[in-house]
């Protein structure tokens, strides 16, 4: 499965996750656009593959659509061999310089917990976020403090 297909997932277990957003800006007398990787309520946020150097856009992607949209920026990097390697320590210490929150999440672990999302009653709210709560869980999908979404309390 492709950084497309979990950024999907990822962005679906999100509160009002929404992939793909369009974002207009001008440039040079025209009007251009990116493309978030996912966005919610409060944030925008870039995901990213572990191992890859292209990791490193995410931050600046991030950025530049928090400028646009006044959402708080955020970088996940999907965890694919549970280690933490050279770009996912390039990106946590450059995050936490730049004050931009910072998670991994386990690829297998997304796969896992939206096959079974509907299991734990979510329902078809789709404000409320499914992620994992509990500490167990959370060693797979570590959103951080600073990602504040509603919560199902499990």
């Known amino acids: 499965m492709n950084e497309l297909a979990v950024t999907a997932l990822l962005c679906g277990l999100l509160g009002g996750g929404v992939t ?5 800006f001008p440039s040079l007398g025209e009007t251009r656009h990116i493309r978030t990787d996912c966005e919610t309520p409060t944030h925008v946020i870039e995901v990213g593959l572990d191992n890859t150097s292209s990791a490193r856009d995410s931050v600046h992607q991030a ?4 400028m646009l949209t006044g959402k ?3 970088v996940i990097l999907i965890d694919t061999d549970g280690m933490e390697g050279r770009y996912e320590q390039e990106m946590r210490l450059v995050t936490r310089r730049l004050g931009v929150p910072y998670g991994t999440c386990r690829k297998n672990f997304v796969l896992r917990w939206a096959a079974t999302s ?4 979510v329902g078809l709210d789709k404000t409320l ?21 509603p919560s199902l309390g499990n």
């Open 20 to 24: 793909e957003q369009k974002q207009y």
């Open 63 to 66: 950025v530049f659509a928090s």
């Open 72 to 74: 708080r920026p955020m």
């Open 118 to 121: 509907p299991f734990r009653g």
């Open 129 to 149: 976020d499914d992620l994992p709560q509990s500490a167990s869980t959370r060693t797979h999908c570590e959103l951080g403090a600073e990602f504040q979404a």
